[in-house]
């Protein structure tokens, strides 16, 4: 089922980059390729790979199956129902869109921490914490824009406070908390060292788990100070990503085998780490400049590091390690799955990566040229991420 999600969260991951090409009209400005790389592709991978996290770090049972579907299913039809009925004009099929997610996230939390009942261990509680709060976020935050789509009349009236509550919540606070936490077990794993729960991780879950509500409070009450106070908290969960990364990377094993593959998935969560310090850096900058006000929501000045940069190429360096993990068959069939994943991994990374600087300079800036040569730099990466990833599921083996 976790491949069958990640399958799909790259389908999402396909349709936010063909949209990109879509006339401004049509796709809202970035509205349409960023709610179907946030709410179709990241919520995708998220809903698939927490019920199996949360499996391996309490050592007990998944489940039933047909949650697990369930969360699937609403995720990504509330997703579609959402973007079609926004970029329509169809108030109904957006709010039905928003429930069916929201729904759907209501599903994630007993599929997540269904293990806890007769679990074998309890270690890692920082985890399951921040995939607590996670759950959370983006209940309020996907509540949020289902009221304003839905036309209820003081969502509408104040949308432009609540919006940027909306943006805090769903993508700096459910979708960042939940890879920087699936990052406290997957990245040591992915780069050979031990699991910790010291400072650090204490930290990043605290920081990162507390810092966005509050800064989505000082935006919902309109009070600035509020904002301020979160910002200085979401500064302190960055520091300790970075530094449990840190600390990773020093006590890294040393591989001698499919190399090419290791370097796809760790550079890929490695450079994911870098660009979400960037993104914080300037969202959280701005709210310590102006307050949490309208005019500290600037999504286009942080939007390729967080989107691209963090999001998906987290994805890309989770689904990269997990799949032949996941994966049914022999070890024969999991080997060349890694080759297939390894393919020009260098040249991805650096693709990628200067697709997103490139973005990062020409969205803020308003330069066109800029923007569209890094669009289409990173987008170009991604289809051939995307297409090595189908690729390798269908290794025989």
């Known amino acids: 089922m976790t491949a069958g999600g990640l399958a799909v969260a790259g389908l999402f991951l396909l349709l936010a980059i063909a949209s990109a090409g879509l006339p401004g009209s049509m796709r809202r400005g970035a509205w349409l390729p960023v709610h179907l790389a946030l709410a179709g592709a990241a919520a995708q991978a998220i809903g698939a790979a927490m019920p199996y996290f949360t499996v391996a770090l309490l050592a007990g049972r998944p489940a039933p199956w047909p949650l697990r579907v369930g969360v699937q299913a609403c995720l990504a039809l509330g997703a579609l129902g959402v973007t079609a009925g926004v970029v329509s004009g169809a108030a109904a099929v957006a709010t039905s869109g928003g429930v069916v997610f929201v729904a759907g996230v209501g599903l994630l939390a007993p599929a997540a921490f269904a293990p806890l009942r007769g679990a074998l261990g309890?270690?890692?509680?920082?985890?399951?914490?921040?995939y607590a709060v996670a759950i959370v976020d983006v209940a309020l935050g996907?509540?949020?824009?289902?009221?304003?789509?839905?036309?209820?009349a003081p969502a509408a009236a104040d949308w432009h406070w609540l919006e940027p509550a909306h943006g805090w919540l769903n993508l700096l606070g459910f979708v960042s908390?939940?890879?920087a936490a699936t990052l406290l077990h997957l990245y040591p794993t992915v780069v050979g060292s031990r699991i910790r729960s010291g400072r650090p991780a204490r930290a990043l879950v605290l920081g990162l788990g507390g810092g966005a509500?509050?800064?989505a409070l000082g935006y919902v009450l309109h009070a600035p100070e509020i904002g301020r106070a979160g910002a200085i908290v979401e500064l302190v969960g960055l520091a300790?990503?970075?530094?449990?990364?840190?600390?990773a990377w020093r006590a890294r094993g040393r591989w001698t085998g499919d190399l090419a593959w290791r370097t796809a998935a760790i550079g890929s969560l490695g450079a994911?780490?870098?660009?979400f310090a960037v993104a914080i850096l300037v969202s959280t900058g701005l709210v310590l400049v102006d307050g949490a006000t309208p005019a500290a929501w600037s999504f286009e000045a942080f939007a390729a590091p967080i989107v691209v940069g963090w999001t998906a190429q987290s994805v890309v360096g989770a689904w990269t390690h997990l799949l032949p993990a996941l994966s049914s068959g022999t070890p024969e069939r999991h080997a060349g799955q890694r080759r297939v994943l390894g393919r020009a991994a260098r040249a991805r990374l650096a693709g990628l990566n200067l697709g997103v600087l490139l973005l990062s300079i020409g969205l803020p800036a308003s330069r066109a040229s800029?923007?569209?040569?890094?669009?289409?730099?990173?987008?170009?990466?991604l289809l051939v991420d995307l297409a090595l990833f189908l690729r390798?599921?269908?290794?025989?083996?």
């Not at 309890?122 to 399951?128: F, K, N």
């Not at 994911?272 to 660009?275: D, I, L, P, R």
């Open 392 to 397: 390798a599921s269908r290794v025989e083996g």
């Open 272 to 275: 994911g780490v870098a660009w």
């Open 142 to 152: 996907a509540g949020l824009g289902t009221l304003e789509v839905a036309g209820f």
């Open 177 to 179: 908390l939940a890879i």
């Open 240 to 247: 300790g990503l970075l530094a449990y990364a840190a600390g």
């Open 213 to 215: 509500p509050i800064v």
């Open 370 to 381: 800029v923007t569209q040569a890094g669009a289409i730099l990173a987008g170009v990466t």
């Open 122 to 130: 309890r270690r890692h509680r920082w985890v399951l914490a921040a």
